[in-house]
């Protein structure tokens, strides 16, 4: 089976870096995805790390080491907007590997 | 930027009641998924659709759940005798393939079952 792991919360000021982890315990996946979800609001696609080392995208960087089954969402320059839940996933390798699985999420809240 | 839309955003109904919760996903996509999530928990795959017929689908997809895609743009789950447990947030999803790093999802439909 897979299980995911997250704090289930982070709080930081605006302006700060945030590093969110996400340790796991799979038999094996695609790639290591991450999304943000608003209150109330539909997850949304953040990064997908295929491959070890860092993918960055704007303000936000992801980072996987497989051997070490560990990756982390970094949040840079953060701003009050970016208060929100983020959840790591995994695409499985059984059945059609369709499915994603996802952790149980972490709450920032960012302050001013 | 394409969207997934979901109707109705909010569906009330008793326990027993068959729901069907309705979707459109992005046009271009050729995958189709229903996700739900109960209140403050995180999000749970029920089951993805591919050509026509079910691709993948987790323990909790059971007999009362069914998909179908009943034209060429709508894509429906429906619930047979909903029970107090099934109220949740249910999202529909899309991708361009199985294997697509970015799912898109749609805003949701909040089911209530009393």
């Known amino acids: 089976g897979q299980s995911l792991e997250q704090p289930s919360e982070v709080t930081a000021v605006e302006g700060a870096i945030v590093q969110i982890n996400c340790t796991y315990q799979?038999?094996?996946?695609?790639?290591l995805s991450w999304y943000q979800q608003h209150d109330g609001g539909a997850p949304t696609f953040l990064s997908y790390n295929a491959l070890d080392g860092l993918e960055e995208t704007g303000r936000f960087s992801s980072f996987l080491s497989r051997s070490d089954s560990y990756g982390y969402l970094l949040l840079q320059e953060l701003q009050m907007k970016d208060s929100a839940s983020y959840f790591c996933a995994v695409r499985p390798p059984n059945q059609a590997g369709t499915a994603l699985i996802f952790g149980k999420g972490t709450t920032l809240s960012v302050s001013s | 930027e394409p969207e997934v839309t979901q109707t109705p955003s909010h569906q009330v109904t008793q326990m027993g009641q068959e729901v069907i919760l309705r979707c459109v996903p992005i046009?271009?996509?050729?995958?189709f998924y229903w996700y739900r999530q109960i209140l403050g928990q995180k999000v749970e795959f029920l089951v993805s659709?591919?050509?026509?017929?079910?691709?993948?689908k987790s323990e909790i997809f059971d007999d009362q759940f069914s998909v179908e895609r009943p034209d060429g743009s709508n894509f429906t789950l429906k619930i047979r005798s909903t029970k107090l447990e099934d109220s949740a947030m249910y999202f529909c999803?899309?991708?361009?393939?199985?294997?697509?790093?970015?799912?898109?999802f749609g805003p949701g439909t909040r089911l209530t079952v009393l």
């Open positions: 799979t038999s094996g996946f695609y790639g």
């Open positions: 999803a899309s991708s361009e393939s199985g294997g697509a790093t970015k799912v898109v």
């Open positions: 659709f591919y050509n026509n017929e079910i691709s993948e």
């Open positions: 046009s271009n996509h050729l995958y």
